[in-house]
C-alpha cells in the first residue's frame, strides 16, 4: 500500500495526528514499513457530522499522495470551520529572559565533607526583579494566598522550569479559554495522572539531552521540572505521587493547602484538620465540623525515602526561598522532592482578604503546621516557636476565621481539646525526631 488516511475522531494535542494514526505508524515503524505513507485528519469534532463525501475524502487524500509521490499535508483537520484570524487572541506579554530568571544571586554548593547542601539567599527584595512566572490577571479571588505562596517559591528557582499543574483553583484560574496566565512552560494533567506524566517528561528529557537530540536547538538545559497540587489533588493523586517518589525521578512536587476542595465547591480533603467547616462536613446540631484528624502528607512522603522534604509557609519568606533553592538542588542532582506550603483561601475559610499572611503565621505558631525539613532522612525544625517565645495557643488562630469559630463555643469543647491534643502529638514526635537523627 503507498498511502493510507487514519480519519480520527479526536486530536492528541501536540502529537501531530489522533492516537490511531499514532498507533499505525507505530505499527508500520515495527513491521519494518518505512514506505507507506500515512495521513492523518481529524474529524467529526465539536458536533460536527461525518458523510459520504468525507468519507470518499480520505480516499482522495491517499490517491493524491500515491500518484505525487509525497504527502502535502500529513496532518490536518477535517471539515471543520476556520476561525476568523482578526478575532485571533493577540500577544500581550513578552516571554520571559532566561538571563532574568538565572540571577546568580542565589547560591546552592554541597559540603563535602558533611555533605550539607549550603544555601545562600540575597535579601528578598533583590530578587523581585525576577520575572513573575504567572502573569496577574489570572480570576482568582482577592486575597487568595496561592499565587503569593507559588511565585515566592518560584523566587527561589533559578532559571527555566517546566510546570505541571493539576486540576484545582491554580489551574482553573490560570487558564481561561482562549488565554493563560502561564508565562513558563505548562502542562495539564488530571489527578490521577500529574505525577506519572511529568516523570515521563523528565526521563524523557534527559534521555533525548543524553542522546545529544537536543543539541541543535541551542536551548538552555538546566530545566527544573515543578509539579503543583492542591491538598485535594495530592488526595486523589497520592497513589501517582508516591510512585514517582519510588522511582526518585528528578521533579518536585508543590503541594499547596487550602485545607479543602476548593475550586468544586469546598468539599473536605484528607488535608482538612479536624472540626474544621467545609461543605461536606457542617457545623450544626448532628455535626462539629470534620470528624477524623487531617493526615500528614509530609510524614507520608518522608516515608518514601526522597532526599527533600519541606514544609513552607508565605508568612517566612526566607525560610521558603532557602528550601526552595535546596529543592531545586536536589530535584537537578539527585531525586525527586516533595514540598507542602500552607495557603490561605479567604472565600471558604471565612476570613479577612487581608489576613491571609498572618492567618499563615499563627497556624505555624500554633505548631499546627511547623516549619521543618527532611533531608535524606534527617529531620530539622527550621523554626521553633517555642524557641522564640512566639508559640500560641490553638483557639487564637481558629478565631480568625469563620470556618472554625464554632469551636471557642463550649458545645464543641471537646472536639477542640481533641485537635489540641493531636497537634500537640505531632509536634512533639517532630522535636524527637529533629533531635535524634535515627528517628
Ligand atoms: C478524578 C477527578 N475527580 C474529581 C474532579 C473534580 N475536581 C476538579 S478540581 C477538584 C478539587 C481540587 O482540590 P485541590 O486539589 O485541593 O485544589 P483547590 O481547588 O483547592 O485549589 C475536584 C474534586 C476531577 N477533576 N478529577
Ligand atoms: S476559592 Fe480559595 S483557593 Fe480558590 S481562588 Fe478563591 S481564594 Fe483561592
Known sequence: MKAVTVGDRSDSFGGHGGNM??????????????????????????????????????????????????????????????????????????????????????????????????????????????????????????????????????????????????????????????????????????????????????????????????????LQDDFTFVMITGDGGMDIGMGPAIGAALRNHRMIILEYDNEGYMNTGAQLSYSTPMGHRTSTSNVGKQQGGKVFHHKDTAQIMAATNIPYVFTGSEASPQDLVRKAAKAQWYAQNVGMVYGKILITCPLNWLSEDKDGSTIIDQAVNTCFFPLYEVEKGITTITYNPEEKGKRVPVGDWLKMMGKTKHLSKPEYAETLREFEGEIERRWNMLKAKHDNPYL
Open 21 to 218: 494514526v499514532l498507533e499505525i505508524k507505530a505499527a508500520l515503524q515495527t513491521y519494518g514499513n518505512h514506505t507507506t505513507m500515512v495521513i492523518s485528519r481529524i474529524y467529526g469534532l465539536g458536533g460536527k457530522d461525518f458523510y459520504a463525501e468525507d468519507g470518499l475524502k480520505m480516499f482522495e487524500f491517499a490517491i493524491d499522495a500515491s500518484e505525487k509521490g509525497f504527502v502535502e499535508k500529513p496532518f490536518d483537520y477535517h471539515g471543520h470551520t476556520a476561525g476568523d484570524p482578526s478575532k485571533a487572541p493577540k500577544k500581550v506579554l513578552e516571554p520571559m529572559k532566561y538571563e532574568d530568571l538565572k540571577t546568580g544571586l542565589i547560591t546552592v554548593t554541597p559540603d563535602e565533607t558533611t555533605g550539607k547542601i549550603n544555601v545562600r539567599i540575597p535579601p528578598l527584595r533583590s530578587l523581585t526583579k525576577k520575572p513573575k512566572r504567572i502573569a496577574p490577571g489570572h480570576g482568582a479571588c482577592p486575597g487568595c494566598g496561592i499565587f503569593s505562596g507559588l511565585e515566592l517559591f518560584f523566587k527561589g528557582i533559578e532559571g527555566d522550569i517546566v510546570a505541571l499543574f493539576h486540576t484545582g483553583c491554580a489551574m482553573v484560574v490560570t487558564t481561561g479559554y482562549p488565554y493563560s496566565a502561564h508565562k513558563a512552560t505548562y502542562i495539564h494533567n488530571l489527578f490521577q495522572n500529574g505525577a506519572a506524566t511529568l516523570s515521563g517528561v523528565v526521563e524523557m528529557f534527559h534521555e533525548r539531552k543524553r542522546r545529544g537530540e537536543l543539541d541543535h536547538l541551542g
